[in-house]
């Protein structure tokens, strides 16, 4: 008998953040739970570079550490992983894709928990755990930067109707955040990310999806590293996800985007 491990994903397929991982790595495919072992077999398949990535290990062989989690990564180059768990494969498959970013994101912890210690957590700290359980990146190929500002001053109708056409070609997102892939399961209005663009060169949507990954993580690693990103305030800005073309079938009626509960305008300050 074939497992249904993953009957819930693929009741999601036409949402596209997994018709994109599907391309990838053909979860669909699979007859049971890829786990810790399985993400190792994805990661000898799929990375170029295989030596920069730590390994994927059950979280129960690991042996007792008072170590936090960040700290377990670092110091043994192993992921802590729980079997049959989306979140954990999510958060895999991210590791997969944004190798470069989330070992930045890694010694970023470390470098805090250093300094400062475990608790309490710094700024940059709660804005690295909101960029990896929520984060969108945004890829604007250039020219488009304008798209940022509408985005920034919560103008919805304008970057969701007016200027739908351009997402998937002048505006491409990426899930980065593995707690936003888990509840895109099972979607609900009201789930929001945190964004961060990008710009990239004209022809980036052209480009094949390893390719995009790859200059993506690269150019956003730097990105963050030179700017120190996520050490200021409000680093990461509000996305309601289901408004973006390709995530739900609903947001093809316009009224759709009438809840202004969901999305919500720009606050001004008198």
Not at 56 to 85: G, H, M, W
Not at 117 to 127: A, V
Not at 178 to 205: C, D, R, Y
Request: with cysteine; charged share 15%.
């Amino acid at each position: 008998m074939i497992s249904t491990w993953h009957s819930l994903y693929l009741t999601q397929l036409s949402c596209l953040p997994f018709a994109q991982l599907d391309s990838l790595f053909s979860l669909s495919a699979y007859p049971n739970w890829l786990n810790a072992a399985g993400l190792n077999g994805l990661k000898t398949n799929f990375c170029a570079d295989i030596t920069a990535l730590p390994d994927f290990v059950c979280q129960s062989t690991l042996a007792d550490s008072n170590d936090y989690y960040e700290q377990i990564i670092f110091k043994q180059q192993q992921i802590p992983t729980r079997p049959d768990n989306w979140h954990d494969l999510f958060n895999g498959l991210i590791w997969l894709q944004f190798p470069r970013i989330k070992q930045l994101l890694n010694q970023l912890h470390i470098e805090d928990i250093t300094q400062h210690g475990l608790s309490p957590r710094t700024l940059r700290r709660n804005n690295l755990t909101h960029f990896d359980e929520c984060g969108v990146i945004l890829a604007v190929e250039e020219g488009q930067e304008f798209l940022f500002e509408l985005l920034r001053q919560h103008q919805w109708h304008e970057v969701f109707i007016e200027h739908k056409v351009l997402w998937g070609t002048s505006i491409v997102p990426f899930m980065f955040g593995h707690a936003n892939l888990e509840m895109l399961l099972q979607p609900f209005v009201g789930l929001t990310g945190k964004w961060l663009g990008i710009v990239v060169p004209k022809g980036f949507s052209d480009l094949a999806p390893k390719q995009q990954l790859s200059l993506l993580d690269t150019k956003l690693a730097e990105q963050i590293n030179q700017d120190d990103l996520f050490a200021q305030k409000k680093a990461l800005l509000p996305l309601p996800l289901l408004g973006i073309p390709g995530y739900c079938m609903e947001n093809q009626d316009v009224s759709y985007y009438q809840n202004t509960d969901y999305f919500r305008p720009k606050t001004r300050r008198v």
